[in-house]
């Protein structure tokens, strides 16, 4: 029989036990609480990290996209400026005085008084665009810097919509263009209309280029708009892709406009396909120049001898004698532009057939390709060539 005391001591027991249950208790809540906070705190980081990784991806992504967008941009609004004044009395102006001290100020004094340059009429040109004109030449070939030459020229690009020019200044730039044979009334212009709408487009695409960095500065890393990076002479390649494609002809009062109705938005695979013939025309292009440099030094070798063995040169070994640093330096120019462009090239053809993010439009995984120059370059020793803007 137990006594009060051993009653009092098993009831102290089972109090003790069951402190100790409730601490015990106590004690896992508290580890599980903790685990519970590091798992959370782990998954968190781990979040942050994968926020991150995406965040520099989309970056890169979007830098690299920009930088494409702008080579090509550069590329197309070279090529037309090149090709502007390559069709144009100015590149042999140029020519005749880039070696003066005055060279500048003789140059428009022709344009204004009435020499005669082209055709048998001298040329009076307004003193104002001629000066204009005559600054933007030497700015494409000095300064290698076709911004000035593309910012008159396109300043007609809608010539053929309307009745005359929109201001006085565009009037006197038709005129000067009608008298330098770049334009002509009653005749075809579509090559100059042409080069003029493309330059057009390569200074809209500056402008949404601009906004897209602004954009992508503020933490925005998609292309929200639409470039046409197509130069208007190869517009005519939407008859060659759909050959029941057929021009439309839109006859005004001033000029005739051909319009093609080509999208500027095609496939990747497109787009990937004519940016190999862009590379594949460079080498040829190349090629072309490497002949010319070999007969510069053929027609040099038989000026030479003729000479040491006292015959008389024709008059065209003469003259090739008398410019061969002028034609060497150019070739040598023309050959240096067209390898960096075929650098350029190749890059960008890797960079659509591994990607194809240029000018990506989510919903259907277009672009829009770059220019493509023409299958043979006209490349005229007594030119110069602004290939390599």
Request: aromatic share 6%; proline share 3%.
């Amino acid at each position: 029989m137990s006594t009060p005391l051993q009653a009092l001591e098993r009831m102290l027991l089972s109090q003790e036990r069951r402190e100790q249950s409730r601490v015990q208790e106590s004690l896992s809540m508290m580890q599980l609480a903790q685990s519970a906070a590091a798992q959370r705190q782990s998954a968190l980081a781990q979040s942050r990290q994968l926020a991150l990784q995406e965040q520099k991806q989309n970056i890169e992504v979007m830098g690299a996209n920009i930088d494409l967008l702008q080579k090509v941009n550069k590329t197309m609004k070279a090529k037309s400026a090149s090709n502007f004044l390559q069709s144009s009395p100015l590149s042999s102006l140029y020519l005749q005085y880039k070696g003066e001290t005055d060279g500048l100020t003789e140059a428009v004094k022709d344009l204004t008084k009435g020499k005669v340059l082209i055709g048998d009429d001298g040329l009076k040109l307004d003193v104002d665009i001629a000066r204009d004109l005559v600054a933007a030449t030497w700015s494409a070939y000095e300064e290698e810097n076709p911004d000035a030459i593309v910012n008159l020229a396109s300043r007609l690009h809608y010539i053929d919509k309307v009745e005359k020019p929109q201001n006085n200044y565009d009037e006197k730039l038709y005129k000067a263009f009608v008298q330098l044979g770049i334009l002509g009334e009653g005749v075809d212009n579509q090559a100059s209309l042409n080069q003029f709408k493309t330059m057009k487009k390569s200074l809209d695409n500056d402008v949404k280029l601009t906004e897209e960095m602004i954009e992508f500065a503020k933490g925005d890393f998609t292309i929200n708009r639409d470039f046409d990076l197509i130069s208007e002479d190869l517009k005519q390649l939407s008859v060659d892709i759909d050959p029941d494609t057929k021009p439309d002809t839109k006859p005004t009062n001033i000029l005739t406009e051909v319009d093609t109705g080509f999208e500027s938005i095609v496939d990747l695979q497109t787009a990937a396909k004519y940016a190999n013939n862009n590379y594949t025309s460079l080498i040829e292009q190349r090629d072309e120049v490497v002949d010319k440099i070999k007969d510069l030094e053929k027609n040099l070798n038989t000026y030479n001898v003729l000479t040491e063995v006292g015959q008389q040169p024709s008059q065209f070994l003469k003259d090739v004698n008398l410019k061969q640093d002028s034609l060497k330096s150019e070739l040598d120019k023309q050959l240096n532009n067209l390898s960096k462009e075929i650098n350029e090239s190749k890059e960008m053809t890797r960079r659509l057939n591994l990607a194809g993010v240029l000018g990506y439009v989510p919903d259907d995984n277009q672009l829009v390709i770059p220019q493509r120059p023409k299958t043979s370059m006209e490349i005229d020793t007594m030119r110069p060539d602004l290939t390599g803007f």
